[in-house]
Every structure is written in structure tokens, then in C-alpha cells.
């Protein structure tokens, strides 16, 4: 399996996210982690969750993964007014 998701993280981010794909991928069981991944159009991290799921053969090994990284809304910032 490719690691190419792994190289758009930040710093802050790697160890923590390398760790609970590795833990997941030796259980086989399924991933979620909250990371921050680069937006080139917006020139600017942004905040996604990823998730992944494993896709068992009969005989209960993993044929692949099916995931998904989807944007999360900006955290206000502590203090701020809540907007709406």
C-alpha cells in the first residue's frame, strides 16, 4: 500500500498520524484521525478527518482499503462570539 498521504502532512502531525495508520494496518481494523493536509489553491493547511476501512477477502485478509479525507469545519477560537 502506498504511503503518498503521508508526505502532504505537517510536521506536527506525522508522528501521531503514522502511528494510528500503522497501529490499524497491523490490526486490520479500521482507521479514523484528525490531521491538517495542504490546500494548494488556498496556499494554506486545512484541517481533515481521514478514514479508512478494511475490504476482507473469504478468508478474512485484507484485499484493499477504502477511505475517505474530508475537510472539517475551522474550530472557533477560544472566546470568540458564536457566529449564526
Known sequence: ???????TRTGMDRDR???TWS???????GYQC????????SNQYRRCLIRA???RND???????????????????EGAAPQG
Open 53 to 55: 476501512t478494511p475490504i
Open 23 to 29: 497501529s490499524a494496518c497491523f490490526e486490520a481494523s
Open 34 to 41: 484528525d490531521a491538517r493536509l495542504w490546500h494548494a489553491p
Open 59 to 77: 478468508d478474512g485478509t485484507v484485499r484493499e482499503w477504502v477511505g475517505s479525507c474530508t475537510e472539517q469545519p475551522a474550530l472557533p477560537r
Open 1 to 7: 500500500m502506498s504511503n503518498d498521504l503521508f508526505f
Open 17 to 19: 498520524v503514522q502511528a
